[in-house]
């Protein structure tokens, strides 16, 4: 068996230069190595084994194996982990053949960097597990879902895996330092199947969510491959269990319930789901850990390039979606620049834009654009801040018009040149003291919930009514429905008739000058009146 692997890891370093399928078209002659090497430039004949080459650093197994899943089986990995390469063999070498077709076509990638794949010279793998063991327990698991039992009990093993008890998922996400959303689980676990139907509730003080694929057997794949994964870098870890469940009723399609075969359902007033009074949580609290150093989102929490974090965010990421292949891949690196279009621009500045967007990520710079005045870019702290603000802003109403949020192109925001006049178009906010994520561990990264007509407020003067607030925001503009003050009177709950009126309110009342050195907080709220 050793030396199996020895040749494995020669052939290996040799099939560096030797002629392949590769998938990029100017790969085909490398250019190291002796000019003999140089001269073989004819492809390998079809084998099931695929060499896979250029692997990013710390690569896992299950990245390497998702490679092949979507053509047929994987019946063995030898890892190279020293050269930044792979083998994988595929249980047919029509399955592989198929991989590799597919591959000339469409770039593979790995944690966003393109891989090389091209035939081995090798017919099949022969490895060592004392060497190769963490491959292979990952290769055993793989493949019990493929087939429903253990790749040993063809050979008389004792070993088998149970199916799946339930089609329904219970994931529980732990050290929650960023949002996660009904939209973020189902881009994950749809990489395994067919997802009928989800809900999401806070228990406990923890975000957690019932998931229902079509088949139980997509259930043991998601939970085999992703229990204890990070769905941003070090942290929001998923921790997965069958639940007792079989079937789940959801009476409303919103922001925490779906039912996928049922896009008729109603979104429900007030946004209820249908697990009662503990699921009106989008996000649950993050757990008591330190926040990364630095202010607000560290960039480390979701631009991860290594560490296993699953981006669901990213393009690479939905690309392997729709090519049906498991993608934990880390997030490419997103500027903090968003471009907002379609905006109202004989009401829009850069002070609303800064207070709305400023809900979900400290603004620094904003920027209506001078021939385009329905257009701005917004520079936030980073990438993940951006991130969420799109998510969560993009497709709502503004000043009566339904806005455009993508990532932009630009890296950041350009001020004006040193006298020039741009008619107040571009404002920096670097030094405002209204930035909600400067101190790290805030309350206010436990309270970031999507635009709804419920707002919460704070920082309310004794003296001040509740016919005081109801006119107030009356005179923003909207129907104020419903109002509740909290005991101590500091805080109340607020309801509009709709969420673009909260939105307006929002916008004109956050930092309200109350009197007396109290300045009015407002932010959406998870709760109904």
Known sequence: MDGDVAVGVKRGSDELLSGGHYNSPNSSVTSNGSDSKKLRVEENPPSRVIHIRKLPNEVSETEVIALGLPFGKVTNILMLKGKNQAFLEMGTEEAAITMVNYYTTVTPQVRNVPVFIQYSNHKELKTDSALNQRAQAVLQAVSAVQDGSSPNSESGGSESVLPAPSPVLRIIIDNMFYPVTLDVLQQIFSKFGTVMKIITFTKNNQFQALLQYSEPVNAQQAKLSLDGQNIYNSCCTLRIDYSKLVNLNVKYNNDKSRDYTRPDLPAGDGQDSSMGKDSTSLLGSPSAAPFSSGGGFSS?????????????????????????????????????????????????????????????????????????????????????????????????????????????????????????????????????????FKKPGSKNFQNIFPPSATMHLSNIPENVTEDDLRLLFSNAGGTVKAFKFFQDRKMALLQMSTVEEAIQGLIDLHNYDMGGGHRLKVSFSKSTI
Do not use: W
Not at 318 to 343: K, Y
Not at 360 to 365: H, L, N, S
């Open 300 to 436: 480390s929490l979701c631009l991860a390039q290594g560490g296993g974090a699953i981006s669901p965010l990213s393009a690479a990421a939905a690309a392997a979606a729709a090519a049906g292949r498991v993608a934990l891949a880390g997030h490419s690196g997103t500027s903090g620049v968003l471009l907002v279009s379609n905006l109202n621009e004989e009401m829009v500045t850069p002070q609303s834009l800064f207070t709305l967007f400023g809900v979900y990520g400290d603004v620094q710079r904003v920027k209506i654009l001078f021939n385009k005045k329905d257009s701005a870019l917004i520079q936030l702290s980073d990438g993940n801040q951006a991130q969420l603000a799109m998510s969560h802003l993009n497709g709502q109403k503004m000043y009566g018009k339904i806005i455009r949020v993508t990532l932009s192109k630009h890296t950041t925001v350009q001020l004006p040149r040193d006298g020039l006049d741009d008619q107040g178009l571009t404002k920096d906010f670097a030094n405002s003291p209204l930035h909600r």
